[in-house]
């Protein structure tokens, strides 16, 4: 596994889809308790109406189909170890990467169990995305819970997603494509 995905809304799926889209082996895990199910987005900028749970549901099959896992499963604790970052998940299994994105949506307990530092309001990350823990990366509302939008969370596992390719690669990245 290179990127564990922790959260199944808007930020993580979008992180995901570049990731995978990449040709990086990624997991997303989550449950789509999502409050993408309780939103009908009239400002998702291409779409002109759409309810979030039509949303989710063409998102996680785009996503999908570009090669990620998708796991409806909660993850119970995130630990750092010699060969990277350990996911527990509610059914005592167990995944492990080298770098982990965190879209925990409005609360941020992974987070905080690991140390990252917070801000004034959720935790504290660079313009990339990255926490104050090297290889953890946060996005969407957990970085910004009192302005959270669906395409800015989207914007966001973009971001961090192009950042962990660039490492990689020892240079910038565009994820551009023609017709
Ligand atoms: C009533 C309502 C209406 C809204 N209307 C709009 C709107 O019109 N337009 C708009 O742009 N936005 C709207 N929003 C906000 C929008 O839903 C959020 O901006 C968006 O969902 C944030 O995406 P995210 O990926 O950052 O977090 P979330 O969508 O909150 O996703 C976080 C996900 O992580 C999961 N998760 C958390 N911890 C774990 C764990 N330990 N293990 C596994 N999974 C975990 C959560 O269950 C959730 O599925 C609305 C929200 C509500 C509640």
Redesign the pocket.
């Known amino acids: 596994m290179d990127v564990i995905i ?8 979008s992180a995901a889809l570049f990731l995978a889209k990449a040709g990086k082996n990624v997991v997303v ?8 199910n ?7 900028l291409g779409i002109d109406a759409i309810a ?1 749970t039509d949303f989710q549901k063409a998102a996680r099959a785009q996503v999908a189909a570009k090669g990620a896992s998708i796991r409806d ?4 604790a995130l630990a750092r170890g010699d060969s990277g970052f350990t996911a527990t998940l509610e059914d005592g299994s167990s995944v492990t990467a080298p770098v982990v994105v965190l ?5 941020w ?2 987070a905080k169990s690991l140390g990252c530092e917070e801000a004034a309001q959720g935790v504290r990350v660079d313009a990339h995305g990255l926490t104050s823990v090297p290889g953890v990366y946060a ?4 970085v910004r819970p009192a302005r ?6 989207a914007g ?2 973009a971001k961090a997603a192009l950042d962990i390719l660039a490492r990689e690669a020892g240079k910038d990245v565009q994820d551009w494509d023609s017709p």
Do not use: C, F
């Not at 309780?38 to 998702?44: C, I, K, P, R, T």
């Not at 499963?73 to 119970?76: E, H, N, S």
């Not at 996005?139 to 957990?142: D, K, P, Q």
């Open positions: 922790i959260g199944d809304g808007p930020g993580g799926l895990l989550g449950k789509d308790e999502t409050a993408m309780w939103a009908m987005l009239h400002n998702y979030g499963v909660a993850v119970t879209s925990e949506g409005k609360s307990k992974l996005v969407g509302r957990m959270s939008q669906a395409i800015i969370s966001d596992g």
